[in-house]
């Protein structure tokens, strides 16, 4: 699962980035998801479930490292794999269990730290726990229909697209940032191009592959786009109140793994909703 930053400006050799690294990596992430989905797309919900352990595991460390913020790791880490799983046979009934019952193991694991600075741990541990295994659990949850290899798809599919018409478009006609304070190298030039990319991409998508109609394809790519800026918005407020540049050191050419599901997230909660509500199945 890997994205690139979407409706950046300008990709100058200042980003530091190893780009045939990142494409290489991009690739080798992007074929394992593409087998299991073609393969037995239950395999993707153990995709999902490792990216969320990797992905919950940096935050935690992002979140020391920058501001020690203590989150209390084991409630999380086995809570997210609780709703990844539960939301498997279960689906919403079984993920909403398992959130609720891992906020509750973290108020009470956390008693043993004392008072000092008490809210502040508990409130980054429910929101490690929402922002990635709960959210997260949307796109395994997408993959249990009867289609829901090409539901899987056409999420991924747009997200992708939303992050290529971003890139290739900011970076030749970014003129104008989007939001210069949080992510100085997004345009709205980009946004503009993420969003034709995404709405074509949508459009054909969901007709094509869910038989949809052409108005719920292009509402599916628009909405996805916007989703994906915010997810991407959202993560670079988080490493700038930290004072970081990336959430690791996982993947050459990206960062961490957080840095590539930061517009999947919200991405996948979206496309659950949207998709349910169209597709019948």
Same mark, same amino acid.
């Given at each position: 699962?890997?994205?690139? #930053?979407?409706?950046?400006? !300008?990709?100058?050799?200042?980003?530091?980035?190893?780009?045939?690294?990142?494409?290489?990596? /991009?690739?080798?992430?992007?074929?394992?998801?593409?087998? +299991?989905?073609?393969?037995?797309?239950?395999? $993707? *919900?153990?995709?999902?479930?490792?990216?969320?352990? *990797?992905?919950?595991?940096?935050?935690?460390?992002?979140?020391?490292?920058?501001?020690?913020?203590?989150?209390?790791?084991?409630?999380?880490? &086995?809570?997210?794999? @609780?709703?990844?799983?539960?939301?498997?046979? $279960? =689906?919403?009934?079984?993920?909403?269990?398992?959130?609720? !019952?891992?906020?509750?193991?973290?108020?009470?694991?956390?008693?043993?730290?004392?008072?000092?600075?008490?809210?502040?741990? *508990?409130?980054? +541990? &429910?929101?490690?726990? @929402?922002?990635?295994?709960? $959210?997260?659990? $949307?796109?395994?949850?997408?993959?249990?229909?009867? #289609?829901?290899?090409?539901?899987?798809?056409?999420?991924?599919?747009?997200? !992708?697209?939303?992050?290529?018409? =971003?890139?290739?478009?900011?970076?030749?006609? =970014?003129?104008? %940032?989007?939001?210069?304070?949080?992510? %100085?190298?997004?345009?709205?030039?980009?946004?503009? =191009?993420?969003? *034709?990319?995404?709405? !074509?991409? /949508?459009?054909?998508?969901?007709?094509?592959?869910? #038989?949809?109609?052409?108005?719920?394809?292009?509402?599916?790519?628009?909405?996805?786009?916007?989703?994906?800026?915010? /997810? #991407?918005?959202?993560?670079?407020?988080?490493?700038?109140?930290?004072?970081?540049?990336?959430?690791?050191?996982?993947? %050459?050419?990206?960062?961490?793994?957080?840095?590539?599901?930061?517009?999947?997230?919200?991405?996948?909660?979206?496309?659950?909703?949207?998709?349910?509500?169209?597709? +019948?199945?």
């Amino acid at each position: 699962m890997t994205t690139g #930053d979407g409706a950046e400006q !300008v990709p100058t050799p200042k980003t530091g980035r190893n780009l045939p690294a990142a494409i290489a990596v /991009g690739v080798l992430l992007g074929a394992a998801v593409l087998v +299991s989905l073609l393969t037995v797309r239950q395999i $993707f *919900v153990g995709i999902v479930a490792v990216a969320v352990a *990797v992905g919950t595991y940096e935050l935690v460390g992002a979140l020391k490292r920058g501001a020690d913020i203590r989150v209390t790791l084991w409630p999380v880490l &086995i809570g997210g794999q @609780a709703m990844v799983w539960l939301s498997w046979p $279960f =689906g919403r009934d079984g993920l909403l269990a398992a959130f609720v !019952v891992t906020i509750l193991a973290c108020l009470v694991w956390r008693f043993r730290g004392g008072a000092a600075n008490y809210l502040r741990d *508990v409130s980054s +541990s &429910i929101l490690t726990a @929402a922002y990635v295994p709960l $959210f997260a659990s $949307f796109a395994a949850m997408l993959v249990l229909a009867e #289609d829901g290899a090409a539901r899987v798809l056409c999420f991924l599919i747009v997200v !992708v697209c939303n992050d290529v018409g =971003g890139y290739t478009t900011g970076a030749k006609l =970014g003129r104008h %940032p989007m939001a210069p304070t949080i992510s %100085p190298k997004k345009s709205w030039e980009g946004f503009i =191009g993420s969003m *034709v990319f995404g709405v !074509v991409a /949508g459009t054909l998508a969901v007709t094509l592959m869910l #038989d949809g109609q052409w108005w719920q394809g292009a509402l599916f790519g628009a909405a996805l786009v916007c989703t994906a800026t915010v /997810g #991407d918005l959202v993560e670079s407020l988080i490493k700038r109140d930290l004072g970081i540049k990336d959430m690791g050191t996982l993947l %050459p050419g990206h960062g961490g793994l957080m840095d590539r599901l930061d517009s999947l997230l919200p991405s996948a909660v979206v496309s659950w909703l949207l998709l349910s509500l169209f597709i +019948s199945g």
